[in-house]
């Protein structure tokens, strides 16, 4: 079974500054990693699928990086609505997430 | 626009059934492999079930397995979450979602999960 981990698990970080996020597969998964944003109280939004394709609508400032094991999520200037918990996810497994919150 | 309704939550004490039911609009079920996937409050993403395209396959975490049943309608465009014997540790938000993967009637290398449901709560307490 693949374990997903990501770090670090709280990022605190001013708006406009830029968020890196990491998430470490225990084994290589190619290029599939999805990665999630959620808000207090809805549900998870996709952002990022095959590691580095945005989803409809997903703004140009977030990005998705990385192959094998290593993967990153960027955003490049947060805006107050980017603060948020954001998770990885590999087939039937999710990361434990990082939680991106104003510093 | 696509969309995902989660239906049936409530508190129930432990060693009951609820019933979950998840309503999609905007496209057809039919053709998609579909999950539940959970959130204990203030924890993380846990997957729980998913069933094939026609309803014959189904799979489960082992905690749930023997207790939950993963059913769908595609005439009814509806995708189900049978939970019995609930326990405290099944308390959640559960959300249903569509695997958009590559997935034929008989196997699937899921991908991602697009769109999600805003989920219900269950909680089993006494």
Redesign the interface.
């Known amino acids: 079974e693949i374990v997903l981990t990501q770090s670090p698990a709280t990022l605190s970080l001013s708006p406009g500054e830029r968020a890196t996020l990491s998430c470490r597969a225990s084994q290589s998964i190619s290029n599939?990693l999805?990665w999630?944003q959620q808000k207090p109280g809805?549900?998870?939004?996709?952002l990022i699928?095959?590691a580095s394709n945005r989803?409809t609508g997903i703004p140009a400032r977030f990005s998705g990086s990385g192959s094998g094991t290593d993967f990153t999520l960027t955003i490049s200037s947060l805006e107050p609505e980017d603060f948020a918990v954001y998770?990885c996810?590999q087939?039937?497994?999710?990361?434990?997430?990082t939680k991106v919150e104003i510093k | 626009e696509e969309q995902l309704v989660e239906s049936g939550g409530g508190l129930v004490q432990p060693g009951g059934s609820l019933r979950l039911s998840c309503a999609a609009s905007g496209f057809t079920i039919s053709t998609y492999w579909m999950h539940w996937?959970r959130q204990a409050p203030g924890k993380?993403?846990?997957?729980v079930s998913?069933i094939n395209s026609d309803g014959s396959s189904t799979s489960y975490v082992d905690s749930v397995k023997g207790r939950f049943t993963i059913s769908r309608d595609n005439a009814k465009n509806t995708l189900y979450l049978q939970m019995n014997s609930l326990r405290l540790e099944d308390t959640s938000i559960y959300?249903c979602v569509r695997d958009?993967?590559s997935c034929s009637s008989t196997s699937c290398?899921?991908?991602?999960?697009?769109?999600?449901?805003?989920?219900t709560l269950v909680t089993v307490s006494s």
């Open positions: 599939y999805a999630y809805q549900a998870p939004r996709l699928y095959d989803a998770y996810q087939q039937l497994t999710f990361g434990g997430g | 996937v993380g993403l846990v997957w998913r959300h958009l993967g290398y899921t991908d991602w999960f697009d769109p999600w449901g805003q989920g």
